[in-house]
């Protein structure tokens, strides 16, 4: 079974521009979760999505917006870059509830560079 | 709110000695727990979890993880350390109310010295 696939795996952008970041579930698995990762700061959980919905958003502004589709794929836009956007982004999925708690299965991540 | 402390931002130990990679938690209601492992430029490998049941869990690669409710702590243990466990360890918890939300650890980095 194929695991989590995001795409691209690096991005360099400009402060001002946007960005839209893609994410693959594995086959199966109704969840994803979006983090971003920063040395010193850990994984913050920027949103979850359970069948095309929004369930859950963390403390990110509303520069950062994500979206499912209806096979389950997900996508995340930034807009209006910050140097401080630079980071690993990182997609993760699930089963999701109704199934017992499954592991979240991450995908290696979409390095995101902004200059 | 969840929280997860990792109190170590790295810990070194000689190969074949015991690891030990501490995790507290703050949770309200029943914890759902996990360890998960990353490696440079890759994403996070689920190593364990803790649901409910027996305290010790055992997961991949020989770790094991003791859950303690009175201490909230998870911490994560292997009992002889390889060089290759270098890796960047995070502790995340998932309350088993009300939101489907994963909160991580600040992550510790793992340095097993030959």
């Known amino acids: 079974k194929a695991g989590v696939t995001q795409t691209p795996r690096y991005l360099i952008k400009t402060r001002g521009q946007q960005v839209t970041l893609s994410c693959s579930p594995i086959s199966g698995h109704r969840s994803v979760s979006w983090y971003q990762q920063t040395p010193g700061q850990g994984l913050q959980f920027l949103f979850e999505y359970f069948s095309e919905t929004q369930r859950n958003k963390g403390n990110f502004p509303g520069r950062f917006s994500g979206r499912q589709f209806s096979n389950s794929r997900s996508e995340m836009n930034v807009s209006t870059l910050e140097l401080g956007d630079s980071a690993l982004y990182l997609c993760?999925?699930?089963?999701?509830?109704?199934?017992?708690?499954?592991?979240?299965?991450f995908g290696n991540g979409t390095r995101l560079t902004v200059t | 709110a969840q929280s997860v402390a990792q109190p170590e931002d790295q810990v070194n130990v000689a190969e074949g000695n015991p690891l030990t990679v501490k995790c507290t938690y703050s949770v309200s209601g029943n914890p759902y727990l996990f360890w998960y492992v990353q490696y440079p430029n890759r994403g996070l490998q689920f190593l364990l979890k803790?649901?409910?049941?027996?305290?010790l869990v055992k997961g991949s690669y020989g770790f094991e993880a003791e859950f303690n409710k009175s201490q909230t702590s998870f911490h994560l243990k292997k009992p002889s350390a390889l060089v290759s466990d270098s890796a960047l360890y995070f502790c995340?918890?998932?309350?088993?109310?009300?939101?489907?939300?994963?909160?991580f650890g600040t992550g510790t980095r793992l340095k097993v010295l030959a």
């Open positions: 995340a918890v998932r309350s088993t109310s009300g939101t489907y939300k994963y909160i």
């Open positions: 803790y649901i409910t049941g027996d305290n």
């Open positions: 993760a999925s699930s089963l999701g509830e109704g199934q017992g708690i499954s592991p979240l299965h």
